[in-house]
């Protein structure tokens, strides 16, 4: 989605479906079973720390088997670039706008209304924590 960085939900006045502009329909599919390749040694320090991020980041939550492909290609991609002598800012730019794909950077993720948010904290319920009471008042458990 060309244009700025949209606001964050939260810092709406009104949910986006409430504004009446176009909200278009959802296709979904099945997620399958993934499993990320590991990083290859050889590579560059900045493409492996990248590497490294992306498997802990919240939005490779997302990732299926063809994501986790392009990002492997890109990080060789990258670290290529990084251990050149020769650097090209058009080749540096093509391999940041690839990344943008992959929903790396926060601007990149509001733009297709992706927010990560930190996770909320377990509550008990006061039920559990009364029974928890009662019972070590009567030494039980």
């Not at 979904?28 to 320090?45: F, I």
């Not at 050149?84 to 990344?99: E, H, N």
Request: net charge positive; aromatic share 8%.
């Amino acid at each position: 989605m060309p244009g700025p960085v949209p606001n964050r939900e939260s810092d709406l006045a009104r949910p986006r479906a409430r504004k009446g502009g176009d909200v278009q329909p959802v296709t979904k599919g099945v997620m399958r079973d993934v499993k990320v390749p590991n990083a290859d040694r050889d590579w560059h320090p900045i493409a492996r720390r990248l590497w490294d991020s992306l498997k802990i980041s919240g939005q490779s939550d997302f990732y299926q088997q063809s994501d986790w492909a392009l990002a492997y290609s890109l990080c060789e991609d990258l670290s290529h670039y990084k251990k050149s002598g020769k650097r090209s800012g058009q080749m540096l730019q093509t391999i940041y706008s690839a990344f943008e794909r992959l929903l790396v950077a926060e601007g990149d993720r509001r733009r297709v209304r992706i927010e990560l948010h930190e996770p909320e904290p377990e509550v008990q319920s006061a039920a559990v924590l009364a029974i928890a009471s009662y019972k070590r008042e009567l030494g039980v458990g």
